[in-house]
Each structure stands twice: as structure tokens, then as C-alpha cells.
């Protein structure tokens, strides 16, 4: 038996890992060329072990998928820097208050959250991934499913006994090609499932230590003024540099103005709300994840005003004759969203295909 895994994200990694541990044959396409999907954890300076999260950073104590895995996988964890002040940025000016902060609790991942990614992706056999590889089609109508797409700019195809597709439902709908047609109400929910993140910027901004937190501080912030409307401690376990990172608030704002301009703009406003040593950086990283092909359809530059409802029960049932299955982040109602829930989804998926197809 084979499967073709389309994405090397932690949900579709999660489903190539057990269904490898199972005696399947597994081939994870991936269109980036790194794993990890939503993850992505930078070096804070050249060589450094010490990562920034630009994509997906957090885990809370009662995601028992998310702790067994880390466990697993020997990637160690530590808490959410929390303690101090918050920061409250208005008119005319910031101010503290000693109100907990709303990340009491959750724990982030040594080395970043991209390396659960790439410690799965090393428990499966050499070449079991292949890196940019876009598919852009999926045909059931033969005796093996058919996964078209492009490598490298050539066309390429796999064949397959069933197909895990874990990318996010919006940009599935609208990047590839499923023969026969999908259903139209699986088309339509789809079409209308949010992308997680898929509307968010994030930017990080390095330090030569965390200097904010020998001022009382706890690195979280809240802003009304821009052009960050949140800000957390993102400095590494280890003692040494820091880091804060926010999500950007004023997206009209930042799609009309530089690179060099943002940085002016995010410095000016953490010097207002942490003191004057944050004027002077030794980094700066900024990632607009609507922008990201391999994560964004064209409505997730749309910013949802709640949080996104997910899970829905046609993401739990196989398409196409049973043989092509959903996972994602996206497709499950328990932490539907988050990485615990990519996790649940990917081994879901995989747990599926074990007990139909054999």
C-alpha cells in the first residue's frame, strides 16, 4: 500500500509518521523547500541555535497531542516568559499595569516550533519528502489515485492508493484540481474555511538581552496606537539575548510602506511602550503570511471578526470513493486552528486510512 501525503506541515508530517510506523509507503510533496508549513523558526543571529517563531509558537498544558509528541521527539519545552507588568499603549502616552498575562501558562518550544517539523520529518525514510513540489491535481477516477503537479518548474506525478491532503481547505479548493469534481457542499465549505493565520503579519525584533524584564516588565503589550496591536517576551530559554514579536494591527498601513519604514514605525512604538534601549536592535524580521502562496488563498487577505468556527464533519469523512482524506489544522473541531490541533489531524487522517484500507 502507498499514500501520497500533500504537505510537509505538522499535520501532514504527523499522518507520513504514523502510517510510515504502520508498514505503509509514504510520499510527502511539499511545495516549499522546508518543512514545517505554518512553523517557521529563524535564527536569531547567523549560527545561532537560539530561533524566532514568525509562524505558530505556542502550546498549553492540556494538549496532551502536542506534549506526547515533543516528548517523543526529544524537543524540549519551556514556559511562556510572563512575569511583570503589561504594557497598555494610548494616548498620550504608555502605561503599566500589573494585570496577568493572557499567556499564563502556555509553553513554547526550545529551538522554535518548527522543530518538531523537521525531527518528524527525520524519523521517516531518506527522500520520503519531496521539496518544491506544487501539486495541482488529484485523480480518482483510475485504479491508483493520480497526484499531478510541478517539481522544480517540470511536471511530475505520483501514484497512490489513497492521498492525505494536509493543506489548508481554502487554498486546496483553490489551487488543485480533483477529478471527479468534489462535491459541491465540500467545494463550498472549503471555500469558506478561514486559514488560520492565513490574515496575519507578524515581526520580531532582536536584543542584546531582554532588558525589559529588569525593568519590571513583562513584554506583553497592548496597543491601540499601532502599528503592533500585540507584543509577547519571545526571548529564548536560555539566558542571554532577547526578543519581542507582534502582530501587526494596521495592515493598510504596513501594505503602503517599506521594509526600512515598518522597522522605524515598530521602534518608535516599542521605545514608547519598553524605554529607550529598544531603539537599538541587532535584528529585525517581519512575515505577512497573506502573502505566502503556500498558505493563503486570496480571501484570507480578508481578517475574520471572530474566531473562525472549525472542524466541520465532512473534513472527517474520505472523498472521491473513500480514497482521499483530509487533514490540516483547519479540518478538526478539537483545537481546530492550533498546533495541537494540526497534530490530532495529521494522526486522524492517517488512523483513517489504517482502518479502511486494510
Not at 169 to 181: D, G, Q, S, Y
Not at 276 to 287: C, D, I, K, Q, T
Not at 311 to 323: I, K, N, S, T, Y
Request: no cysteine; glycine share 10%.
Amino acid at each position: 500500500m502507498k499514500v501520497v501525503v500533500i504537505g510537509a506541515g505538522l499535520s501532514g508530517l504527523s499522518a507520513a509518521d504514523l502510517l510510515t510506523r504502520s508498514g505503509i509507503r509514504v510520499r510527502v510533496l511539499e511545495a516549499r523547500d522546508r518543512p514545517g508549513g505554518r512553523t517557521l523558526s529563524l535564527p536569531l543571529q547567523a549560527r545561532s541555535r537560539e530561533h524566532l517563531d514568525l509562524g505558530a509558537t505556542w502550546a498549553w498544558p492540556h494538549q496532551g497531542h502536542l506534549r506526547r509528541l515533543a516528548s517523543e521527539l526529544h524537543v524540549d519545552v519551556f514556559e511562556q516568559y510572563v512575569d511583570g507588568n503589561l504594557t497598555f499603549d494610548q494616548e498620550p502616552s504608555a502605561s503599566l499595569h500589573a494585570y496577568p498575562s493572557p499567556m499564563t501558562g502556555t509553553f513554547r518550544f526550545a529551538g522554535g516550533a518548527m522543530a518538531l517539523a523537521r525531527r518528524l520529518m527525520e524519523r521517516l525514510p531518506q527522500g520520503s519528502v519531496a521539496f518544491d513540489t506544487v501539486a495541482t491535481t488529484v485523480d480518482a477516477s483510475r485504479t491508483a489515485v493520480q497526484v499531478g503537479g510541478i517539481q522544480a518548474g517540470r511536471p511530475v506525478a505520483f501514484s497512490a492508493d489513497a492521498v492525505v491532503v494536509a493543506v489548508p481547505p481554502r487554498l486546496t479548493e483553490h489551487t488543485i484540481r480533483f477529478t471527479p469534481a468534489l462535491d459541491i457542499p465540500l467545494a463550498h465549505l472549503m471555500r469558506g474555511t478561514p486559514t488560520w493565520m492565513g490574515f496575519a503579519m507578524k515581526v520580531g525584533v532582536i536584543y542584546h538581552e531582554p532588558f525589559w524584564r529588569a525593568n519590571g516588565l513583562s513584554g506583553f503589550g497592548v496597543s491601540h496606537l499601532g502599528p503592533l496591536q500585540e507584543i509577547h517576551d519571545a526571548s529564548p530559554s536560555q539566558p542571554g539575548m532577547g526578543a519581542l514579536f507582534g502582530f501587526v494591527g494596521s495592515r493598510a498601513l504596513m501594505e503602503t510602506t517599506s521594509t526600512e519604514d515598518h522597522r522605524a514605525m515598530v521602534l518608535r512604538q516599542l521605545v514608547r511602550m519598553f524605554g529607550r534601549e529598544a531603539a537599538h536592535p541587532v535584528g529585525y524580521f517581519e512575515l505577512d503570511w497573506s502573502r505566502e502562496r503556500y498558505t493563503s488563498a486570496p480571501l484570507d487577505r480578508q481578517t475574520p471578526t471572530v474566531h473562525p468556527t472549525y472542524g466541520d464533519p465532512l473534513f472527517e469523512e474520505p472523498a472521491l470513493f473513500g480514497r482521499v482524506y483530509w487533514a490540516g489544522a483547519e479540518t478538526t473541531a478539537v483545537e481546530g486552528g492550533l498546533l495541537e490541533g494540526a497534530v490530532r489531524a495529521g494522526v486522524r487522517a492517517a488512523q483513517d486510512i489504517l482502518t479502511r484500507l486494510r
